[in-house]
């Protein structure tokens, strides 16, 4: 088996999107592997924002832009070298996740694609799909899909 060279690993933020960053950032770790961690996101207006999170309360994240993705790729970064990776490359890329990411791979020429499992299980994710099934159904690479939530 080779090793793998370069990893990305998606987060929006969430508590279980940080797992899979941890776990990708020990893979880096000792695979001596460059880590990519990136940050998806649509520019939004605050008040659309403000007004958003007044209806979904803990679940606001997900609004196009309302995460601040220079806070999340610092939280990120710190978690991924307390895990153990070595180099580590922080990318907030305006777009949907999915695309983003697949896009990201390629350009990086990246051998692994991780992302957590959120919104597999889901009604809404079955319906319409989520970006671990989109992501491990359209990627040309390995994909690892960490169990975050369960």
Same mark, same amino acid.
């Given at each position: 088996?080779?090793?793998?060279?370069?990893? =990305? =690993?998606?987060? $929006?933020?969430?508590?279980?999107?940080? =797992?899979?960053? $941890?776990?990708?950032?020990?893979?880096?770790?000792?695979?001596?592997?460059?880590? &990519?961690?990136?940050?998806?996101?649509?520019?939004? /207006?605050?008040?659309?924002?403000?007004?958003?999170?007044?209806?979904?309360? /803990?679940?606001?994240?997900?609004?196009?832009?309302?995460?601040?993705?220079?806070?999340?790729?610092?939280?990120?970064? /710190? @978690?991924?070298?307390?895990?153990?990776?070595?180099?580590?490359?922080?990318?907030?890329?305006?777009?949907?996740?999915?695309?983003?990411?697949? /896009?990201?791979?390629?350009?990086?020429?990246?051998?692994?694609?991780?992302?957590?499992? @959120?919104?597999?299980?889901?009604?809404?994710?079955?319906?319409?799909?989520? &970006?671990?099934?989109?992501?491990?159904?359209?990627?040309?690479? $390995?994909?690892?899909?960490?169990?975050?939530?369960?």
């Amino acid at each position: 088996m080779t090793a793998y060279r370069t990893i =990305v =690993v998606g987060t $929006d933020g969430s508590d279980s999107s940080y =797992v899979a960053v $941890d776990k990708a950032a020990s893979l880096a770790g000792a695979a001596g592997a460059t880590l &990519v961690v990136a940050c998806a996101f649509y520019p939004t /207006d605050d008040r659309d924002v403000a007004a958003a999170a007044d209806v979904l309360k /803990d679940e606001a994240y997900q609004v196009r832009g309302s995460a601040p993705t220079s806070e999340i790729l610092r939280v990120a970064r /710190d @978690r991924a070298t307390s895990a153990g990776a070595k180099e580590i490359v922080e990318r907030a890329i305006v777009g949907e996740p999915v695309e983003s990411l697949l /896009d990201l791979v390629k350009e990086v020429q990246a051998d692994l694609l991780v992302v957590g499992n @959120r919104g597999l299980n889901t009604l809404a994710g079955r319906l319409l799909g989520s &970006v671990p099934s989109d992501v491990a159904r359209k990627s040309r690479s $390995d994909v690892l899909i960490v169990h975050t939530v369960r």
